[in-house]
């Protein structure tokens, strides 16, 4: 077996330039390179570099892939996938870099081992294999900066919908989006308790206009955040109630405790300003015109 | 063995607890405070907790149960400067304070005191709900 294989090294090495020269047509023939979303040096750089380092580990144990001569080539496709996730490829482009490969590779193979069909079928069925591994690395690689770039949008998705606003001196608003769940619930009311400690708030209005739908575990989160407020000294009200989630509440049974509600963000103003003795009244000239 | 202070001003007796609370210290607590309360006649208590970092399942039981031990003795208790961390450990722990009216700062505690004592306006909003 370790002869064999090092007779894909030696091919390798052999027509290095040929089909570094071959593979890049082959890329450019199945798309990769007319969207200009990767240049052909840059192409023609990537698959240089991939030839030599596979060659480079093809020396070794040819059989186990997750050996440290591979680790150069593995650190190298996956830093090619997450390039590609950053310039939009697609998951089966991407594989495609690798697979599109075998066409010129096994050109060669026939050209050396033409007169004997048994060392080309071996060798044929290596480099098969040798190569779908490669690509399946490839695609794990994709899907795994793929998951990285979702789960950095949910974190800076979580801070973003959770912004504390001074209404008036002394009266805090929350406005709350999408779905409230436990972890979501914790970092809202850290960062409004610790808003009302810094600007000594009295009052904090938690507006649930953008949260499409209540059910018992959002409303105990709820009630825990208005607690928790209480606790410190701080009123608290709830509003944006819509009339389907007030039915809601109703149906399953959640008791608010003596909660204010209010129905629009205005009116929870509005009683906020006259509990801290704000008194609103309109200009008579504003009245007349 | 150190004990912390009770402080009295006027009507009012002041707790304020400026160190890390250990077991012992807050079962002396709740016998020097109830003791003081019916000795003085105190008609309103405000403990500040603003210094407190962290509380233990016995130590957030032990400050709701002095505060509600203080409104059994008629003394309207006040709940000064409670940290966001402790606030959210109570409300984890389940203990709600009810009963115990709360406020943000010792000043502002000192004028719902005074506010409660003023007769007609009697208790304030938060302290109802």
């Known amino acids: ?289 | 063995m150190d004990r912390i202070p009770i402080l009295r001003m006027g009507e009012f007796l002041l707790v304020t607890i400026q160190v890390d609370m250990h077991d012992q210290l807050a079962v002396s607590l709740q016998d020097d405070l109830t003791a003081k309360i019916v000795k003085t006649g105190a008609k309103g208590v405000l403990i500040d907790i603003s210094a407190l970092e962290m509380v233990d399942s016995f130590i957030g039981r032990m400050i709701a149960n002095i505060s509600s031990m203080s409104s059994v003795l008629d003394a309207h208790t006040v709940v000064v400067g409670m940290q966001p961390a402790v606030a959210i450990t109570l409300v984890e722990l389940g203990l709600s304070l009810r009963g115990v009216t709360t406020a943000l700062s010792v000043d502002r505690g000192m004028h719902l005191l005074r506010r409660a004592m003023g007769g007609e306006e009697a208790a304030d909003v938060r302290g109802q709900e």
């Open chain 1, 1 to 289: 077996m370790a002869i064999v294989q090092s007779q894909i090294a030696d091919i390798l090495k052999k027509y290095e330039d040929d089909l570094v020269a071959e593979w890049v047509r082959e890329l450019k023939a199945s798309g990769s390179g007319k969207e200009s979303r990767i240049s052909e040096t840059e192409l023609f750089a990537q698959a240089k570099e991939f030839i030599s380092l596979l060659q480079k580990a093809a020396q070794g144990d040819g059989q186990n892939t997750n050996g440290p001569e591979w680790r150069a080539i593995t650190n190298f496709l996956s830093e090619v996938s997450k390039s590609r996730v950053m310039q939009g490829f697609a998951s089966d482009e991407t594989a495609t870099f690798i697979f599109s490969f075998k066409k010129p590779l096994f050109a060669r193979l026939r050209t050396e081992f033409g007169h004997d069909a048994d060392a080309l079928a071996d060798e044929t069925w290596l480099t098969t294999e040798l190569l779908d591994k490669m690509g399946l690395l490839t695609v794990r690689a994709f899907q795994r900066a793929r998951e990285e770039v979702i789960n950095r949008q949910q974190e800076e998705l979580l801070e973003l919908s959770t912004p504390v606003v001074k209404l008036w001196s002394g009266i805090l608003a929350l406005p709350m989006i999408g779905t409230l769940d436990s972890a979501r619930t914790q970092i809202v009311m850290e960062s409004l308790l610790q808003s009302i400690v810094e600007t000594g708030s009295e009052t904090a209005i938690i507006d649930i206009t953008g949260v499409p739908t209540v059910d018992t575990l959002v409303a105990q989160h709820l009630l825990k955040t208005v607690t928790a407020i209480r606790l410190m000294g701080a009123d608290c009200i709830i509003s944006g109630v819509r009339p389907q989630i007030a039915q809601t509440i109703v149906h399953l049974g959640v008791d608010l405790q003596g909660v204010t509600t209010k129905a629009t963000l205005a009116d929870a103003l509005a009683i906020a300003l006259k509990r801290s003795g704000f008194v609103i009244t309109r200009d008579a000239v504003a009245k007349r015109s």
